[in-house]
């Protein structure tokens, strides 16, 4: 079964730094989206992106975040200058339609820790 | 303010044991109400789907329940396996929502031998 893959698994960059996760969609989906889940609380959603913009994004998914669609596979979250607070497991998840009526498919995460 | 509560927080049953899980929202407007298991180090992984006409929608030994009135939904897992051991989280869609899903922080189920 298709999957959705993220690199790398776990990631360590001291606090400043920029840092680029990456994600290869499920092939044929058209919708993609970024989440995060800080250690012990609630997936968050951060972005959702479609037809190479952003179609909607919350409140965590401030200036020193950024999305992009480099080639038509991979699906890439840059944070800018990393703070100790974004330190989380970070979800890559894609969809054939809008997730209102369709399953997502989620990866296995990239834990970024920020030192 | 739109949230999503799930209980209990953890719960530990015998192999081959029943067990319901309890979801609580005030979201609006809904959309639909999913369900999530998600293994320890992994992604989460779809269970089932509810819009607002469904009661009840099943996959498997995992049969969920939908009250839109009362805005409650169940997960019930059939004669469990140890496989079944991992986090089950209460998901739900707002209206018109392109992806901004409100999650619930999961019951953490642990299936004993």
């Known amino acids: 079964e298709p999957e959705v893959t993220q690199t790398p698994s776990h990631q360590v960059t001291q606090m400043g730094q920029e840092v680029i996760l990456r994600c290869v969609p499920i092939s044929n989906h058209l919708y993609f989206y970024w989440y995060r889940q800080i250690l012990g609380q609630k997936v968050e959603f951060l972005v959702s992106f479609y037809n190479n913009e952003i179609s909607e994004k919350s409140e965590i998914f401030d200036d020193q975040f950024s999305v992009e669609r480099p080639d038509g596979s991979n699906f890439t979250l840059k944070i800018r200058s990393t703070k100790l607070e974004d330190s989380a497991m970070y979800f890559c998840?894609?969809?054939?339609?809008?997730?209102?009526?369709?399953?997502?498919?989620f990866g296995d995460g990239t834990r970024l820790s920020i030192l | 303010k739109n949230q999503v509560e799930q209980s209990p927080q953890s719960l530990i049953i015998l192999e081959g044991k029943n067990c319901t899980l309890q979801?609580?929202?005030?979201?609006?407007?809904?959309?639909?109400l999913r369900w999530y298991k998600q293994d320890t180090g992994r992604g989460p992984v779809s269970l089932t789907i509810m819009t607002f006409s469904e009661n009840t929608k099943s996959n498997g030994r995992y049969t969920a329940t939908l009250d839109a009135d009362t805005k409650q939904s169940s997960l019930h897992i059939t004669a469990s396996q140890l496989s079944d051991s991992a986090s089950y989280i209460c998901v739900v869609s707002g209206g018109g929502s392109q992806g901004n899903l409100i999650f619930g922080k999961g019951t953490k189920l642990s299936v004993k031998p």
């Open positions: 979801c609580n929202y005030t979201v609006s407007p809904f959309s639909n």
């Open positions: 998840a894609s969809s054939l339609k809008p997730v209102s009526n369709q399953p997502q498919h």
